[in-house]
């Protein structure tokens, strides 16, 4: 199976308005492969994220996941989108957020018993069991990732898509992601957008720098002179250790 | 006489007043704040954790402009089936497809389409009450009066109670999804448009029913002020919708005692009660985070 198009974007293009974003992009992401985008802000890094989910259309060229148009092949997709983007004020408990992944069109009702099962399954999963009833917005930067993580789980998706998954955690919840993320890759394909390089640089195998164009490198050749370039300032250093089973082997600069 | 004999004997007309048959509009007026609780409560918990209450504001003014032109069409034409409710209804229904339209197709600003709604409805219907012949009094309309209610007011809003419990039954997942997090509802295969219209829809429907009870002006603030004091004690959608009903039930109860008692006008004592609820639960809150640092 690995190797297989899980994403694919042939000649595609994208502006927002006048502002070109993406200038004809071709890009394959195999199916159980787990890269990262990195990449300066406005770079085009979340759009792809979003082309590849269907929220926009490109102005040229085409996107498949799975094989399918975005918006079929979507729901094969477990996101999970920034923390910043939540209302920490909203009414709604973990369990609440995790059942989401369980949503089903404009089905109308109640979860059915697998359903349950799922949720109950997936917040084990992430330890957020005992949490479940708590509300999403009292808990903790690291907390509220895993049960957003929960929630794209929840999908029981082919692909998990993470939006800056390290933003807003501390260091023994990203330890702990990587740990996560490392066991999830052996059953799913990972495509994260992060400006964490040294996360990045312990966990993937392929880096796809994105800034208008897109190239692809094996992780261990970022250098910091390619970031350099490619973001015009430096980020967190990065120590290509990939044989870290922990997490502990990378350093912050 | 002391205050407090005043206050017993005042007390003690009012409830000869409620079980005197002569007095039947007092009874509407409290069975239909039971009523119109539910609604307020319900629609309005989506309203404050969406935080649209912009979009209920533009949507509960506009209702002026079919109001004004029931009025006109009424006096004018002899168009007498046109009658103001329909109006209204026509008009709540318009702002709501236009702010729907302006969420999601239209590359004009979502915030400056709902300020022109707002006032431009207002201004039409201000406009039709002058152009109308006769005078009319845009007060009763601006500010309502729930004693003035009938019958038929009574079932309408019972019916809209019933819609407005089985759409939020059956689609309780997808509205609360589309309210938190649309992007995921969307990749979840819900119709987050037609689920967003769907919430106007049940904002003016809201808004056109209940403005019998407290007027446009502040149809607003009782659908926002117990859901927001509500939103302050529970930790989801359901308990808010419930415990924002019972609010709203006790809001309007006392602010209907209230102007009872000190022959106020009652569709501002009402709100007035509201607003003093809303102070008293956010000091409450903020009493139980001092008292228990760790429960958050």
Not at chain 1, 24 to 49: E, R, S, W
Not at chain 1, 203 to 212: A, D, S
Not at chain 2, 200 to 208: D, G, K, S
């Given at each position: ?51 590849a989910l269907g929220f926009i259309e490109p102005l040229r060229g085409r996107v498949e996941v799975c094989g399918l148009p975005p918006v079929r ?181 | ?6 206050a017993d004997t005042a007390m003690a007309e009012f409830w000869s007043v409620l079980t005197d048959g002569d007095f039947v509009f007092v009874r ?269």
């Open positions: 199976m690995r190797g297989e198009a899980a994403i694919r974007f042939s000649g595609v293009s994208f502006a927002y308005g006048s502002t070109p974003v993406l200038d004809d992009v071709d890009l394959t992401i195999g199916a159980q492969q787990m890269v990262c985008l990195v990449g300066p802000n406005g770079g085009g890094k979340t759009t792809l994220l979003r082309l092949g979507r729901r094969r997709i477990g996101y999970m989108p920034q923390q910043l983007e939540f209302d920490a004020q909203f009414p709604i408990t973990v369990r609440e957020v995790v059942a989401m992944g369980r949503l089903n069109g404009a089905r109308p009702g109640f979860m059915s018993r697998r359903d349950r099962t799922v949720v109950d399954e997936v917040l084990d999963e992430v330890d957020l069991g005992g949490c479940a009833s708590a509300p999403f917005g009292s808990l903790s930067g690291g907390q509220r990732q895993r049960a957003l993580i929960a929630r794209a789980l929840a999908v029981k998706p082919e692909i998990l898509f993470l939006d800056e998954p390290t933003a807003m955690v501390d260091a023994r919840s990203e330890a702990r992601l990587l740990a996560k993320l490392r066991e999830l890759h052996s059953r799913l394909t990972i495509v994260m957008v992060s400006h964490d390089a040294a996360f990045v640089a312990n966990l993937v195998e392929t880096v796809i720098c994105v800034n208008r164009r897109v190239s692809v490198h094996p992780a261990h050749e970022i250098s910091h002179g390619m970031i350099h370039e490619l973001y015009g300032d430096s980020m967190k250093a990065v120590l290509h250790d990939h044989d870290a089973g922990d997490g502990s082997g990378h350093s912050h600069g | 006489m002391t205050p407090g004999t005043e509407y007026a409290f069975v239909m704040g039971a009523c119109a609780s539910v609604a307020f409560g319900m629609v309005g918990s989506l309203v404050v954790a969406r935080r649209v209450t912009y979009v209920a504001g533009a949507v509960s003014h506009a209702v002026l402009a079919g109001i004004g032109a029931a009025v006109f069409m009424q006096r004018s034409y002899g168009w007498l089936w046109f009658d103001p409710l329909l109006g209204a209804a026509l008009a709540a229904f318009v702002a709501a497809l236009l702010l729907g339209l302006a969420r999601f197709a239209a590359t004009e600003r979502e915030d400056s389409v709902i300020g022109a709604i707002w006032s431009v409805g207002v201004a039409v219907g201000l406009l039709f009450f002058a152009a109308a012949p006769g005078y009319t009094d845009p007060m009763s309309y601006l500010f309502g009066n729930i004693l003035l209610i009938g019958v038929r007011d009574l079932w309408l809003v019972l019916v809209l109670d019933l819609v407005i419990i089985a759409l939020t039954v059956f689609f309780y997942p997808q509205l609360k999804a589309v309210c938190f997090d649309e992007d995921f509802a969307r990749l979840r295969g819900v119709p987050v448009r037609l689920a967003y219209t769907l919430l106007l829809l049940l904002i003016a429907l809201t808004v056109v029913l209940l403005i019998s009870i407290v007027g446009m002006v502040l149809v607003v603030a009782l659908m926002t002020l117990p859901a927001a004091a509500a939103g302050r004690f529970t930790r989801s959608l359901w308990q808010m919708m419930a415990l924002a009903s019972v609010l709203c039930l006790i809001f309007v109860t006392t602010g209907l005692v209230f102007s009872f008692q000190a022959d106020l006008p009652t569709g501002p004592t009402i709100i007035l009660v509201a607003g003093v609820g809303y102070a008293l639960a956010l000091g409450a809150r903020s009493a139980l985070r001092l008292f228990a640092p760790t429960a958050q």
